[in-house]
């Protein structure tokens, strides 16, 4: 594997459930991001972790928790999502002194039924 | 503003040069990007200027930086079916480390 791989590509969840996303980076970087993606809207960032630690966190829900257990791995933990949480969550990783030059993942589709 | 303008749409024939534009809020962002989204996957980093430069041109790309008017522009020489994608401008303010901030993205559609 190379780059940057998200599990699942898409996932449907109730509002009820939990679930969790995973993002795993293979560049050697050491600052990861958690992106959500949502029609014709500008990409918002919702989480950093730098060197394992989370460093920014722009007002995101309580029902977003993420993880990240070392730098190569990056987790959003979701429960009792809304509907209009619906969207592409992109995670990207980079080298912390060079944060300009981030690599996405694919992404993980959301619908919240 | 405090956002980054792009047009959503841009249509241009397969051959032609394609030019995507873009707004940025802050005359003292450092760098600006363009990111390029292909269908069903993550964003790819395309190229990036630098805020004391004009232009820069890499193979098929060329940006054009105004920063009086604090436009930017991406233009796509010879544009082919596989640019097809959707376009994202993006500035990276001052006092903002790791942030970037992102416009709408501009959905370029090659038509053969």
């Known amino acids: 594997e190379t780059g940057v791989t998200q599990t699942p590509r898409h996932l449907v969840m109730g509002m009820t459930n939990k679930k969790s996303l995973k993002c795993e980076q293979h560049?050697?970087?050491?600052?990861m991001y958690w992106y959500k993606q949502s029609a014709k809207k500008p990409l918002e960032l919702m989480f950093v972790?730098?060197?394992?630690?989370?460093?920014e966190n722009n007002s995101v829900p309580s029902r977003f928790s993420p993880e990240c257990p070392n730098s190569s791995h990056l987790f959003l933990h979701l429960h009792t999502l809304q509907p209009e949480d619906s969207a592409l969550y992109l995670c990207?990783?980079?080298?912390?002194?060079?944060?300009?030059?981030?690599?996405f993942g694919p992404g993980t589709r959301l619908t919240v039924l | 503003g405090e956002d980054v303008e792009q047009s959503l749409f841009l249509s241009v024939r397969e051959g032609d040069s394609s030019v995507i534009n873009c707004t940025y809020t802050?005359?003292?962002?450092?760098?600006l990007y363009w990111y390029k989204q292909e269908p069903g996957a993550g964003l790819q980093l395309l190229t990036y200027?630098?805020?004391?430069?004009d232009m820069k041109q890499d193979q098929r790309l060329t940006v054009l930086l105004n920063k009086k008017d604090k436009h930017l522009s991406l233009r796509i020489a010879d544009t082919q079916t596989g640019d097809s994608a959707i376009y994202f401008c993006?500035?990276?303010?001052?006092?903002?480390?790791?942030?970037?901030?992102f416009g709408s993205g501009t959905q370029l559609t090659v038509l053969p």
């Open positions: 200027i630098f805020s004391n430069m």
């Open positions: 802050d005359s003292s962002s450092t760098y």
């Open positions: 993006a500035e990276k303010r001052p006092g903002s480390a790791r942030q970037l901030t």
């Open positions: 560049l050697g970087h050491n600052a």
């Open positions: 990207a990783s980079s080298q912390q002194e060079r944060a300009n030059e981030q690599f």
């Open positions: 972790y730098s060197l394992e630690e989370r460093v």
